[in-house]
């Protein structure tokens, strides 16, 4: 199947190492031409240009006042935690007691899973997320449910089920051994199998014990190309806990640098708290950070440090964190994002709050290679932005006078309300029209 998508682009065309060198990479076609053939761009070009190579097996989408961005990539997100978005009051550790750990029980049951994947997944589409990491629960059917339904949709997606054998409730922890046989048979079911991958998933050290430590290194030994995701650093109490908790580590990165849990395809949520010396691991080792701002906000857990992240060289992206984060939506996480910057000093421009959130996130998952951008022979997943959806948007974006100042108001406006459409491997999945047409 041959596609062609006319509109306007938008996109970065390279990872960099410096924000300063963004703008020189950021490529605006205004009147542009995308050609997509068996789920993979082919070409974008302005129309002008590439309006003599359709064909008549070119089936043409007409986007024109539209503005076509890569799809979005979420790097920290709990699927089980959809039905307790925005629960009262506490901040991390309390929160978890109180609100997480029971939601999460409700996940051994398969058609429970089944049910919330489906609406989970339909919640990333329909705010334009077309990638995402993961968190199960504890239940390997969690995860089951969760990739046999991304399978459907040929969405790119990494999760894994979570381990923890310390801690927490009884009816969600396992023994280091369950937990080590139980992610093996997930990695054998489900890793590269089509557009899925799978994350080895210790929830954070506290829940940890050194045996199912022992067991995530064997696992990420045994299968080095799946990745390992957790939390890092995000709670004052948080860090003194793990202090206390291994004492023989002289930080919490070190714990898991001890069980040679960092590394390329590591991606560890939060870092709000950081030393020196572990700023200085995550860059030798080339782990990645998952930047969260809503859910630091929410639960109170602190500022991230971006600029800090670009002068120690550690690759980053933005995870909405739900359900300790508040949104799904990416626009409304970069306009959080923007504020947590501001407390702190630093100018977020929205080149590069965009660029986390699509070709810099998918550099911080390892797949800048398949996604994140237009350029040739990248997998077509993209969101289709109406950048005025309301009186107040009309208004300001009749006030912009360049396609910088149309990205920052969609970031500082915008919500769901801005995704026209969703394409996931060169196919419409999600369109805003049907849904109207529904209601
Ligand atoms: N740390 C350990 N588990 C969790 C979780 O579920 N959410 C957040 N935000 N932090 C965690
Ligand atoms: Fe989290």
């Known amino acids: 199947y041959t596609q062609a998508i006319r509109g306007s682009f938008f996109d970065i065309t390279a ?20 050609l ?8 974008l070009q302005p129309w002008e240009a590439g309006r003599g190579q359709l ?28 039905e307790m978005i925005g629960a009262f009051g506490e901040q991390l550790l309390e929160w978890l ?36 990491l993961v968190f199960g629960t504890v239940h390997p059917q969690s995860v089951d449910a969760l990739f046999s339904a991304a399978e459907q949709l040929e969405m790119r997606l990494i999760a894994g089920k979570v381990m923890m054998d310390r801690n927490a409730p009884e009816y969600l922890t396992e023994s280091a051994a369950q937990s080590y046989q139980q992610t093996r048979t997930l990695i054998e079911r489900w890793h590269h199998r089509g557009r899925l ?42 860090v003194a806990w793990v202090k206390s908790l291994f004492p023989e580590n002289s930080s919490y990165l070190d714990v898991y640098h001890h069980y040679q849990l960092t590394g390329r395809r590591s991606v560890f949520a ?34 991230f440090n971006v600029k800090k992240s670009w002068d120690k060289r550690v690759k980053i992206g933005v995870g909405t964190d739900v359900g300790a984060g508040t949104t799904f939506n990416i626009l409304q996480t970069l306009g959080e994002a923007y504020k ?23 550099q911080a998952l390892d797949l800048d290679d398949c996604i994140g951008n237009f350029n040739a022979g990248k997998e077509a997943d993209f969101v289709v932005l109406d950048p005025a959806v309301s009186a107040l948007q009309q208004l300001r974006q009749g006030n ?24 996931v491997n060169g196919k419409s999945v999600w369109q805003r029209a049907d849904q109207e047409k529904a209601a």
């Not at 990872?15 to 995308?34: C, S």
């Not at 997509?36 to 070409?43: L, N, Q, Y």
């Not at 210790?202 to 190309?225: M, Y």
């Not at 920052?408 to 995704?419: E, H, K, S, Y």
């Open 97 to 132: 007691q109180q609100y997480t750990f029971p939601v999460e029980s409700q996940y051994h049951c398969p058609q429970h899973a089944e049910k919330m994947s489906a609406f989970f997944l339909h919640q990333l589409l329909s705010n334009g997320t077309t990638t995402a």
């Open 270 to 303: 939060h870092c709000l708290h950081l030393e020196e010396q572990e700023w200085d691991c995550l860059h030798h080792t080339d782990s990645s950070i998952a930047f969260c701002p809503t859910s630091n906000l929410f639960l109170g857990s602190g500022l």
């Open 197 to 238: 991958s799978y994350a080895i998933t210790p929830r954070f050290a506290p829940t940890s014990s050194p045996e199912l430590l022992n067991a995530v290194r064997k696992l990420k030994q045994e299968f080095p190309d799946c990745w390992l995701h957790t939390h890092l650093s995000e709670n004052p109490q948080e």
């Open 400 to 423: 912009c006078r360049d396609i910088w100042e149309q990205l920052f108001v969609l970031m500082t406006l915008g919500d769901d309300r801005n995704i026209a459409a969703t394409w």
């Open 15 to 34: 990872t960099v190492e410096h924000p300063d060198q963004l703008p020189q990479q950021a490529r605006y076609i205004a009147d542009g031409l995308l």
């Open 340 to 362: 947590v910057a501001q407390l702190q000093g630093y100018k977020l421009a929205a080149c590069e709050a965009f660029y986390h959130a699509t070709l810099g996130g998918a």
């Open 36 to 43: 997509i053939d068996g789920g993979r761009i082919v070409s």
């Open 55 to 82: 064909t008549d097996d070119h089936q043409l989408m007409d986007y024109r006042g539209k503005l076509i961005v890569p799809g979005f990539v979420d790097c920290h997100i709990h699927y089980p935690q959809t």
